[in-house]
């Protein structure tokens, strides 16, 4: 894969037309765009995240309102989790969201389920504006030519730590640090603070990943998974030793303070994360966060990409041109840009991301470890994610979670992995 050398923050957003960081289940028609009352319609948007965006995207949407006072959006949001869940039963119902907050491991299973609304026809006629984004990044959620999604904003894999845990410790991460750099800093916290190096990474599908990429394979191909059972049990057993050991935070007291996140507790001195995500630890705890570089297996490739989080309509929606017109304005007004700063990542279009300069730590942090990886030249595009990509990282997370409290060995663990993973890819 080529490398990036040289890249400014202007020009690492043109990566995210490769790459990317949903649930479908009836055939549905586009509706015809009718008014209610009066004239006005009303739309509804849905969203997964945590407390902090959910104000934000209020205030955008009471924003949106008083510019387009003839369109009212109802909210509703959820954790990643229970999100999903909703929207399956809403869209098995015939009856979900107008609009949804939406990812890459989403948008094939909903395309080919018929749930995600072209909106090419609605570019077509001026009801959104796909000018100014990066490099085609207006293309990245085509498929066999529809239009099923808008990209909001970029962001790619970090590790989040507690710097002041990692300054007493005295550990510096740097690009360029191996894993085994990584794993003796936290062996040198753990033993000098009492507190774990890292509240327990093996769950997290985007991190395995990377890990693999390292190592010249991937977490999926095209059409199915990218590795075998002999990949992921050594590094299971690793992480149950770890989590024994008191390296990761212990497992019950994660479960415990769900949904915050164990670092933001004081559970952890870091764990890996979307980098954007340091907001949210801002936003929850106490403590200094920055964005440390991901490891590596030789002490250079990481395997790192841009993953973009996006907007998509749905196409049982009664009122498509006022579906494209909210998706407009999120993805191009420049006030927009400036409530939701780099929540969603770094925003996609030029309009957004000139309107929007960080002062604030965590956002500034956020542009400064955008540049560097892509300065460092270790972007590159992201593997495909085949339909039925969501229930296996769910799977992937839940089961490695599950081997952490001690109900699963990890050969056993590993085994109803790779069963899951089968079944969830056949059927979709």
Known sequence: MSRNNGMDRRQLLKLTGLSAA???????????????????????????????????????????????????????????????????????????????????????????????????????????????????????????GK??????????MALVIDERAYEKAGVTPEIGWTWDDWYAGLRKIKSGQGLAGDSGPHGVMYLYDLILRQN?????????????EAELLPYWTEALARVKAGVYTDPNKVEQIKPALALAKGL??????????????????????????IPSTDGGKTGQYLGSLMLSGTARTKHPAEVAVFISFMT???????????????????????????????????AEYETKIADAGLLEPITPHPAGADVVEAAFLRIGGDLSLGKASPKDAVKQFFSEAKTALASN
């Open 216 to 228: 010249g394979k991937a977490f999926f191909t095209e059409d199915g998974m990218g590795f075998g």
């Open 147 to 156: 239009l099923t999604g808008v990209p909001v904003g970029s962001n790619s």
């Open 22 to 144: 949903g649930l479908g289940l009836t055939a549905a028609g586009c509706g015809s765009g009718g008014s209610g009352s009066g004239g006005q319609v009303t739309i509804r948007h849905a969203w997964w995240g945590a407390d902090d965006r959910a104000k934000k995207v209020q205030q955008c949407v009471a924003l949106f309102e008083k510019k387009h006072p003839k369109i009212k959006v109802k909210t509703d949001f959820q954790q990643y989790a229970d999100f999903w869940k909703k929207f399956n039963t809403q869209a098995a119902g015939g009856n979900p969201p107008d609009v949804i907050q939406n990812a890459v491991t989403f948008l094939r299973k909903y395309e080919a389920k018929n749930v995600l609304l072209d909106l090419k026809p609605q570019a077509e006629k001026g009801n959104l504006d796909l000018d100014g984004f990066r490099a085609g990044l207006e293309k990245f959620a085509e498929i066999d």
């Open 268 to 293: 952890s001195a870091s764990e890996f994360n979307w980098d954007n995500f340091s907001v949210r630890y801002s936003a929850e705890g106490k403590g200094s966060y920055g964005l440390a570089p």
């Open 332 to 366: 191009q007004d420049p006030e927009v840009a400036r409530i939701m700063g780099y929540d969603r990542g770094v925003p996609a279009t030029t309009a957004q991301f000139e309107a929007y300069r960080p002062t604030d730590a965590p956002n500034k942090a956020i």
